[in-house]
Every structure is written in structure tokens, then in C-alpha cells.
T-cell receptor, first 113, second 117 residues
Framework: KNQVEQSPQSLIILEGKNCTLQCNYTVSPFSNLRWYKQDTGRGPVSLTIMTFSENTKSNGRYTATLDADTKQSSLHITASQLSDSASYICVVRGYSSASKIIFGSGTRLSIRP | GAGVSQSPRYKVAKRGQDVALRCDPISGHVSLFWYQQALGQGPEFLTYFQNEAQLDKSGLPSDRFFAERPEGSVSTLKIQRTQQEDSAVYLC???????????????FGNGTRLTVT
């Protein structure tokens, strides 16, 4: 079983609408969780980082939440734009190993005009 | 400054050929990671370097895969006797700090898309 599960697998919304992407993880012990945006044909780019003690963090129109008790995170995108069309990947970093970085399979978001 | 640079951008290899993929990390970055990304999936860990030392190679799928970073900067991922299942995007990422500093973000290159025919 993948230690980082994302839902939905894909999502289509109209430009200007809001959406929320979900991430559940089982990685333990836990160090931090990042959301990355990956445009087609490009490498992932970090949007937000959250540690165990943080509940919410915003980066412009992106707001990430974290519930470390239930091991769930969400990424909320407000007033979507066409340029938001991309894959959004949840990435959890383990505490015990320098290289234990677990990637989810991503949510493929498409914004329609 | 320049980001992480990978070359070639695309590589087509016939089954059985050897390939070499290059990664130029951001200058001064201590950590370097290689990932394999299949279509529609998240990146899967292959190997990790701290400077020139390969500290973790547990993700390399077989002994046909070999990575090096001899001077602690440029890294090469070599795949010998390529197979069709090796077809994927190979991503390189670097990080300023050692992997023990887990708040240090990964900076990714745009990847090399390998197609084995």
C-alpha cells in the first residue's frame, strides 16, 4: 500500500471556481509535508511546506491544511486560473532517514475556460 | 541563477543499448536525488548523494542501474542493457542542505524522457 494516497486522481473545474485536493499518509515518523505543482513536461515545484505543528499555510491562492492526528492534508485552490492546470503532488518526508521522501501519485487538475 | 539542468531532454534507445543521463544541480547544492516517474504516477526514489558520497541506492531497480557523482557536483545515471520497462521520465533534484535537514526543499530539473523501443 502506498504510504501517500491522493484523491481525486483527476479533476476538471471551470475557470474561477475553487477546488480542494486531498492527501492521506501513513509515513511515520513524520517530519514535514509539501505540496508540489508539476506542469506537463516539467519537474515539480514546491508550493508549501508544513511541519507537525502547523495546521494551515497559504501561498497566494493556494492554502494547505494539515491534521497530523488523522494524517490528512488538503490543498485548496481559490479562484482557479487556466495556469493552475497541472498535477499536484503531495510529498511526505520521513524523520528517520535523509532520503525517505515519499511522493503521492498526484491529482491531475484541468481548468476549463 | 540557473536551476537544475538535465540532458538529454529526450532519449530513444533500442532495447539492449546502454544510456547515460546527466544532471547538473544548482551550484553549491549538497544533496542530489534521482527519481523515476512513470506516466501518471508520482516520482519513485532511485538514489541519493550527499556531495560525492552515494548514501542510499536502495531504490535502484536492478544492477543495470548505476549512478555516480564523482566530484560532488554533476551526476550521471547510467542504465545498461535497457529494457522496455525502463521507459519513464528520470528526474534529478538537488537540495542546498544535507538530507538530514528535512526542511530544505528539492529543486527539480525538467527530466529526461527515456523511451526504449
Amino acid at each position: 500500500k502506498n504510504q501517500v494516497e491522493q484523491s481525486p486522481q483527476s479533476l476538471i473545474i471551470l475557470e474561477g471556481k475553487n477546488c480542494t485536493l486531498q492527501c492521506n499518509y501513513t509515513v511515520s515518523p513524520f517530519s514535514n509535508l509539501r505540496w508540489y505543482k508539476q506542469d506537463t513536461g516539467r519537474g515539480p515545484v514546491s508550493l508549501t511546506i508544513m511541519t507537525f505543528s502547523e495546521n494551515t499555510k497559504s501561498n497566494g491562492r493556494y492554502t494547505a491544511t494539515l491534521d497530523a492526528d488523522t494524517k490528512q492534508s488538503s490543498l485548496h485552490i481559490t479562484a482557479s486560473q487556466l495556469s493552475d492546470s497541472a498535477s499536484y503532488i503531495c510529498v511526505v518526508r520521513g524523520y528517520s532517514s535523509a532520503s525517505k521522501i515519499i511522493f503521492g501519485s498526484g491529482t491531475r487538475l484541468s481548468i476549463r475556460p | 541563477g540557473a536551476g537544475v539542468s538535465q540532458s538529454p531532454r529526450y532519449k530513444v534507445a533500442k532495447r539492449g543499448q546502454d544510456v547515460a543521463l546527466r544532471c547538473d544541480p544548482i551550484s553549491g547544492h549538497v544533496s542530489l536525488f534521482w527519481y523515476q516517474q512513470a506516466l501518471g504516477q508520482g516520482p519513485e526514489f532511485l538514489t541519493y548523494f550527499q556531495n560525492e558520497a552515494q548514501l542510499d541506492k536502495s531504490g535502484l531497480p536492478s544492477d543495470r542501474f548505476f549512478a555516480e557523482r564523482p566530484e560532488g557536483s554533476v551526476s550521471t545515471l547510467k542504465i545498461q542493457r535497457t529494457q522496455q520497462e525502463d521507459s519513464a521520465v528520470y528526474l534529478c533534484a538537488s537540495s542546498l542542505l544535507p538530507g538530514s535537514r528535512k526542511d530544505s526543499p528539492l529543486h527539480f530539473g525538467n527530466g529526461t524522457r527515456l523511451t526504449v523501443t
